[in-house]
């Protein structure tokens, strides 16, 4: 099998329809999203009806929740919270209960999906230190876990003495002694310096795992986020990576 894995795509439709035609090229046989439909950008609708489109599994992410009025905003910035007010206001009833029945974590045969964390999912905690992660592969009962949340691309792993490390690159091919965390970085917001947009990729078959990225017309996406009056710094860091 040959999936697709991605998240963070946070209304950018510019972004996640470059990604698609990405995935075109790569003979696809499923699409897995780890949270964050919505959030920032100006086409929540849009990339909620790619979703379906793509009848890609997803996990909830933290923004999806939040406009589903599930989780409060007491965590987000200020930015962030405007954006959630925006879009709460762009969506339907149909689409924020989609939004809101996304469940914390998915266990597929290969792989388990989660937007932050395996340790208290519902906590949507950043896995970008040793503590979270060793606490991820504590609870992995997959060799695989998927991951999003902080927009950045990161492979983690662990060997069969119990020893984490990160990988040096973005591409690796699976040891079966070895267990994987891997974020697979963001569609619709990177925050790793680099303003592409981020997808991931796994052939179960290969064993190989590679995140990718692809340029988007991000002057469109910024056009449209500012025309829809939603915060300036959601646009400008776009073309930043930032």
Request: hydrophobic share 40%.
């Amino acid at each position: 099998m040959r999936y697709g894995i991605f998240a963070d795509i946070h209304s950018n439709l510019e972004a996640f329809e470059a990604v698609f035609a990405a995935y075109q090229k790569e003979k696809i046989d499923a699409y897995f999203c780890a949270g964050d439909i919505v959030g920032y950008g100006a086409n929540p609708n849009e990339c909620i009806a790619k979703i379906k489109e793509l009848q890609a599994i997803c996990v909830a992410g933290n923004h999806d929740w939040a406009v589903a009025e599930k989780i409060d905003t007491a965590k987000f910035n200020d930015d962030a919270k405007e954006a959630i007010r925006w879009t709460q206001g762009h969506l339907n009833g149909e689409e924020k209960e989609f939004l809101k029945n996304l469940k914390l974590v998915d266990h597929e045969k290969n792989f388990i999906l989660v937007h932050g964390t395996l340790n208290d999912p519902e906590e949507f905690n950043y896995l970008i230190d040793f503590y979270h992660v060793t606490h991820s592969f504590a609870l992995m009962d997959r060799a695989i876990c998927f991951v999003g949340h902080s927009h950045l691309p990161r492979i983690f792993i662990e060997d069969a003495s119990g020893k984490v490390k990160e990988h040096e690159s973005l591409a690796v091919h699976l040891d079966p002694k070895c267990r994987y965390l891997v974020n697979v970085g963001s569609v619709g917001q990177p925050r790793n310096g680099n303003c592409q947009a981020s997808y991931c990729l796994f052939d179960s078959a290969k064993r190989i795992i590679e995140i990718k990225c692809v340029d988007y017309d991000i002057k469109t996406a910024q056009d449209k986020i500012l025309k829809a009056n939603l915060p300036p710094k959601l646009a400008s860091r776009l073309d930043l990576g930032r």
